[in-house]
């Protein structure tokens, strides 16, 4: 079985909304947008890259998909990032959008849990999922995260949409990894305990 990565930028009071660009996500006022730039170093490249070469499939909530379809597929395949992102499946969970225009994608707009589930028994390797924090909750709702990547970033925004929300019940986690960046960052791999 895959494992499904949910691979987040945070600031320290859990603040995951808008970490590359400015415009990238305003919503309820979020001023802050582009906060996670000053602290990607080559660190974290590395980590990146690790990361990708393990992962052939994405999926995505349908607004991280448009700012991610808007942007990536105008980059050079120079750009390691934009080779991986362009070339790799993706998948974007959406109740609105029907079409996709990013080379490899799919829309999921039946039972999201269901086709995640279905996704994860076929044969690959990791499935990642970049922000998408509606999502993100929805698959920790249904045990369907394998793997946590949390990249805690030495800032307070002290606003703005976080990753964890309310739950049922508590979820335990156990770390397994941890490593610093050179800019005071911290990536921290779980999994469920």
């Given at each position: 079985?895959?494992?499904?990565?949910?691979i987040e930028?945070?600031s320290?009071?859990?603040?995951?909304?808008?970490p590359g660009?400015?415009?990238?996500?305003?919503?309820?006022?979020?001023r802050?947008g582009?906060?996670?730039?000053?602290?990607?170093?080559?660190v974290?490249?590395?980590?990146?890259?690790?990361?990708?070469?393990?992962?052939d499939?994405?999926?995505?909530?349908?607004?991280?998909?448009e700012?991610?379809?808007s942007y990536?597929p105008?980059?050079?395949?120079e750009?390691?990032?934009?080779?991986?992102l362009?070339?790799?499946?993706?998948?974007?969970?959406s109740?609105?959008?029907?079409?996709t225009?990013?080379?490899?994608?799919?829309?999921?707009?039946?039972?999201?849990?269901?086709?995640?589930?279905?996704?994860?028994?076929?044969p690959g390797?990791?499935?990642?999922v970049?922000?998408s924090?509606?999502?993100v909750?929805?698959?920790i709702?249904?045990?369907?995260v394998?793997?946590?990547?949390?990249?805690?970033?030495?800032?307070?925004?002290?606003s703005?949409?976080?990753?964890?929300?309310?739950?049922?019940?508590p979820?335990?986690l156990?770390?397994?990894?941890?490593?610093?960046?050179?800019?005071?960052?911290?990536m921290?791999?779980?999994?469920?305990?």
């Open positions: 079985m895959r494992a499904l990565r949910a930028f945070m320290l009071d859990g603040v995951i909304q808008a660009a400015r415009e990238e996500d305003t919503e309820g006022g979020f802050h582009g906060w996670q730039r000053p602290y990607v170093d080559d974290l490249g590395e980590a990146a890259g690790q990361g990708m070469a393990q992962t499939t994405y999926l995505f909530g349908r607004k991280t998909y700012a991610m379809a990536w105008t980059v050079s395949d750009d390691p990032y934009a080779r991986h362009n070339s790799t499946r993706k998948y974007v969970a109740r609105t959008l029907r079409a225009d990013w080379s490899k994608s799919e829309v999921i707009s039946g039972d999201v849990p269901e086709e995640v589930a279905k996704l994860k028994s076929q390797g990791n499935i990642a970049l922000g924090a509606e999502l909750r929805t698959l709702a249904h045990d369907l394998d793997e946590y990547f949390l990249v805690v970033f030495p800032i307070v925004l002290g703005g949409k976080r990753l964890f929300g309310e739950a049922e019940e979820k335990r156990k770390l397994i990894e941890s490593a610093a960046t050179g800019t005071g960052g911290l921290l791999t779980y999994r469920p305990a």
